[in-house]
């Protein structure tokens, strides 16, 4: 059979680019109110395929829209700039012109929000994108797919390519090595994401990296203790400890320790409920599959092995499958996997430490850092911790800290970039420099 010819899309971005910002950004806003109405059908569809409560779906969608909401606004304020020049019949110019076809390649966990923020920003720039989902949740990128269509997005503009896990790594190497695609955007693990690099050297593409986290959340002895948990569970639990900035490792000032673990734990019984994703009462949907509770079992296990205490939970859920009990160990170490890896999943560890330096050591040693979370009531503590964390995102007596207006990303090996906020849009465009002379 005849192959088409195969031919560069128009330089700057192809047919994106082909709209004016202006239009651009009135089609990326008709795309977030299409999502806004159909919002409780999106949630279903992230629910179903992903696993996670209605209610964590709802929220999804909205952030997912969000982005859309964003980057509609941010697609009429990129701006170049003149610069005084040093001879006298020459100008400098700055323009900003979108980098080309951008592959998006997306994980399971948000299957809505992943895309919104790489693809809101590269439709913003002007760029065209060919969007790879993660295998476990391709129907909420088909479904955006639908809305795109209908908000008159040109065809060709936002294209998805579902593939089976088998697939999964040719199809990215594609991606990655093709010559037509200037950028890769990639949300996954670290492992992943340097195969990734790699392949995208070969013809020195754009890249832009959100890779795996290890995140401490420390609780100094001068914390609020009840806010700290509130902050802990919300960090931990959610998405059943399946995010990339949940918490992986609790870090407690030995004044407070047995009390925080305490809190804690009442607060894992009395306000988490393990369930399917359309109970109304479930906090806890399953994991995403079984290779994800034999990693969870393996932490504890290993825990357990080396001296850890469970405190509640610690096994798998009467509910079967992929359900796992909400999880809290104390009398943990940094010699555990627990502590080491990340796990993924609803386990919480706990270390006591003593001085703040000995804090900050432990969180840092790490060789990620995505987000990072402490709580105290002290302003030169506080000061000190947030500018000495070695992570890309710090909440201060905050646990979830995510919003479109701030740069998400992190330092080391948790990636390369930022999305979302006015940064985000940059990852997408070229800076051309004009020398206009003779005058």
Not at 83 to 103: C, E, H, M, W
Request: proline share 4%; hydrophobic share 40%.
């Amino acid at each position: 059979e005849a192959r088409p010819e195969r031919r560069a899309l128009p330089a700057g971005g192809g047919h994106g680019s082909l709209l004016s910002s202006q239009e651009r950004s009135q089609r990326l806003r008709r795309w977030y109110e299409l999502m806004m109405e159909n919002r409780d059908e999106l949630a279903r569809i992230i629910t179903a395929e992903n696993g996670k409560p209605l209610k964590e779906a709802q929220g999804e969608i909205l952030y997912s829209a969000s982005f859309l909401e964003w980057f509609a606004e941010e697609a009429r304020r990129v701006y170049g700039d003149v610069v005084p020049a040093s001879a006298k019949d020459r100008r400098i110019l700055v323009l900003k012109q979108p980098v080309g076809v951008a592959a998006i390649i997306t994980p399971w966990n948000f299957p809505s929000a992943m895309i919104t923020r790489k693809v809101g920003a590269a439709l913003a720039a002007g760029c065209t994108v060919v969007v790879k989902p993660a295998e476990d949740t391709p129907l909420s990128a088909l479904a955006l797919g639908e809305l795109a269509n209908q908000a008159g997005i040109p065809a060709g503009v936002y294209n998805v390519v579902p593939c089976s896990r088998q697939q999964t790594a040719a199809v990215g190497e594609v991606l990655c090595t093709d010559p037509l695609v200037a950028k890769i955007s990639f949300t996954g693990s670290t492992a992943t994401g340097k195969i990734l690099l790699k392949h995208a050297a070969g013809t020195v593409k754009r890249v832009s990296m959100e890779l795996g986290g290890h995140a401490p959340f420390i609780v100094f002895d001068s914390a609020n203790v009840d806010r700290a948990v509130a902050g802990a569970l919300a960090s931990k639990y959610r998405n059943s400890g399946q995010t990339c900035v949940c918490t992986n490792r609790f870090l407690v000032q030995k004044g407070i320790h047995d009390k925080f673990v305490e809190k804690f734990a009442k607060a894992i019984e009395r306000e988490l409920h393990v369930g399917s994703g359309f109970d109304a009462k479930t906090t806890q949907g399953p994991l995403i599959n079984e290779k994800a509770v034999e990693k969870v079992e393996r932490h504890i296990n290993d825990a357990v092995s080396q001296g850890a205490s469970i405190v509640t939970g610690g096994k798998r859920h009467s509910l079967g499958k992929n359900f796992f009990e909400p999880t809290l160990l104390s009398n943990v170490t940094t010699k555990m996997l627990c502590t080491q890896e990340e796990t993924f999943g609803p386990l919480a560890p706990v270390i006591k430490f003593e001085t703040e330096t000995e804090a900050i050591a432990i969180a840092n040693a790490a060789n990620v850092g995505l987000a990072g979370y402490f709580y105290s009531q002290d302003p030169a503590q506080i000061w000190r911790v947030a500018e000495q964390l070695e992570v890309g995102m710090v909440g201060v007596n905050e646990g979830i800290i995510s919003s479109v207006e701030s740069p998400f990303g992190g330092v080391k090996q948790s990636g390369l970039g930022r999305e979302g906020s006015k940064y985000g849009i940059d990852e997408y465009l070229e800076i051309k420099y004009v020398c206009f002379g003779g005058l």
